[in-house]
């Protein structure tokens, strides 16, 4: 048989049989920004995985935000499961938000060592556009979403870490921060239950 099968067809990037290398696509951005309709429409484009953890935090922990811990271990899990997928030559879209360039770093790092592409897709929304849409969702689908107030809104603006320009162009991944050896032993300490090896 040729190089050509029945995924040709479709809209993928190429075939899933090791030959084209995966992609990690990063949502980045806040709430209501419009990540999990965009990692929707990415994940048909691309035949990729989106694993997006508000989908298993709200079943799993409710609407506690921090969850005592479970949603970094919730996040760890998917990022072990994103990199088995890569490794297997499928594409992930992480509709995780990612408001750190650390952790945007790590996991550019870590695709690198799954021998797959990275890209940062950033999705900047304006506060009154933001909070309009966080509205909209909640009066259309609230067993989606979690209240949240428009001051905590206001105020997770300035933790967000924008994407530089060197980031979004895909530029090599800066040193780790002072301390950590490698971005993995960074990550496993940012997200318990990570593996990062192979399998
Ligand atoms: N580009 C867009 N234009 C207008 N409304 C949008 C757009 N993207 C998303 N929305 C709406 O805004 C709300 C929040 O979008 P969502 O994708 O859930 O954001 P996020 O996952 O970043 O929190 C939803 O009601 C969605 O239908
Ligand atoms: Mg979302």
Do not use: N
Request: proline share 8%; net charge negative; with cysteine.
């Amino acid at each position: 048989m040729s190089g050509a099968s029945a995924r040709d067809d479709g809209p993928h990037d190429g075939p899933h049989d090791g030959t084209a290398p995966a992609t990690l696509f990063l949502l980045v951005g806040l709430p209501g920004a419009g990540k999990t309709t965009l990692a929707r429409r990415l994940a048909a484009a691309h035949g990729a995985l989106r694993l997006t953890p508000d989908e298993w935090h709200l079943p799993l922990f409710g609407s506690s935000l921090r969850a005592e811990g479970g949603r970094d271990v919730l996040e760890g899990r998917m990022i072990t499961l994103a990199l088995q997928a890569l490794r297997l030559g499928t594409s992930v879209v992480l509709d995780f938000g990612l408001w750190s360039r650390d952790e945007r770093s790590a996991l550019r790092r870590l695709a690198e060592g799954a021998g797959a592409r990275c890209r940062v897709v950033y999705l900047p929304v304006a506060l009154d556009v933001q909070l309009a849409r966080i509205a909209h969702r909640r009066a259309t689908a609230p067993g989606e979403t979690f209240p949240m107030a428009e001051a905590d809104v206001v105020s997770w603006r300035e933790r967000f870490e924008e994407p530089g320009a060197g980031e979004l162009a895909g530029e090599e991944v800066p040193d780790p921060p002072r301390g950590w050896p490698t971005w993995a032993a960074w990550a496993l300490d940012r997200w318990p239950a990570l593996e990062v090896g192979e399998g």
